[in-house]
């Protein structure tokens, strides 16, 4: 998809949207510093655009219920196109995978899982190795607790890289 032209103004209202979710017409065009006709078709640019994947609420999973956050390392045995597809559909099929990134290097993907207890989480593991999905090794590395979690700086990020 070919990128639009950002300016400042689209700049705060990214930053707006990311920081405080979905807001009125009248509150986003206070925050922009734009009138609220210019900054609803900004929106709509910037959506139609593709910039604005959808809003969501901030939840603090901790007051909801326990839970074990475990953070998994995978390699696979294999590095074909197949290889890879078969793997990722299998990790968009689970709930309890919240992320997952391919990286270039020593392991082939990094993923974040959130699961109601350590059994459960040995039940993904076992699937993994079920579904015959070509990992030759995982490492589990299970979190103890929450440093830092945020959002990037939207405004930082698009100034580094100018048009």
């Known amino acids: 998809m070919k990128r639009l032209f950002l300016d400042a103004a689209d700049i705060r209202i990214l930053s707006a949207l990311q920081q405080h979710g979905q807001l009125s017409k009248a509150k986003l065009a206070e925050v922009s ?76 993907y990094i993923m974040k899982v959130i699961s109601p207890s350590l059994a459960t989480f040995q039940d993904l593991m076992e699937d993994f190795h079920a579904e015959d999905i070509g990992i030759d090794r995982y490492m589990t590395h299970f979190a103890t607790r929450q440093v830092k979690s945020s959002l990037p700086n939207v405004s930082k990020l698009a100034n580094a890289n100018p048009k």
């Open 33 to 108: 510093g734009l009138s609220a006709t210019p900054c609803w078709a900004r929106l709509g640019r910037l959506k139609a655009g593709g910039y604005i994947r959808g809003y969501h609420a901030d939840i603090e999973l901790g007051r909801l219920a326990d839970f074990a956050q475990v953070i998994v390392t995978v390699s696979l045995s294999r590095h074909r196109k197949a290889d890879f597809e078969r793997f990722e559909l299998f990790i968009n099929s689970r709930d309890e995978i919240v992320d997952c990134v391919a990286t270039g290097g020593g392991v082939d």
